[in-house]
Nanobody, 121 residues
């Protein structure tokens, strides 16, 4: 019964910035990774940024140097700081995370319902 809730999306001008947040709640025993994905109109969902409990973040090439992902592990919260936004960044942004919900269970992946980011010129 893990739930992910995204927030922070909106309509911004080219070159602007936004901070997306995703808070996980429910029966969470251990977090393994959290990340952000996006789906633009007519396109398939793509990975934007991934953060791991033990490792360095990974970014989609198109956002490298502009987006920064960070995780607050005790709060089960992931952030995406987006700078220098471009029209091609327009998409629904989804939060996803891999959690173990009990000691005897294998980790599983959970998804939020998304938040809209629109970058206009």
């Amino acid at each position: 019964q893990v739930q992910l809730a995204e927030s922070g999306g909106g309509w911004v001008q080219v070159g602007g910035s936004l901070r997306l947040s995703c808070k996980a709640s429910g029966s969470i025993f251990k977090m393994y990774d959290m990340g952000w994905h996006r789906q633009a109109p007519g396109m398939k969902r793509e990975s934007v940024a991934l953060a791991f409990s033990d490792g360095v973040p990974s970014y989609q090439d198109s956002v490298q140097g502009r987006f920064t992902i960070s995780v607050d592990v005790p709060k089960n919260t992931v952030y995406l700081d987006m700078r220098d936004l471009k029209p091609e960044d327009t998409a629904i942004y989804y939060c996803a995370a891999t959690f173990q919900t009990a000691p005897a269970l294998a980790p599983d992946t959970y998804w939020g319902t998304g938040t809209q980011v629109t970058v206009s010129s």
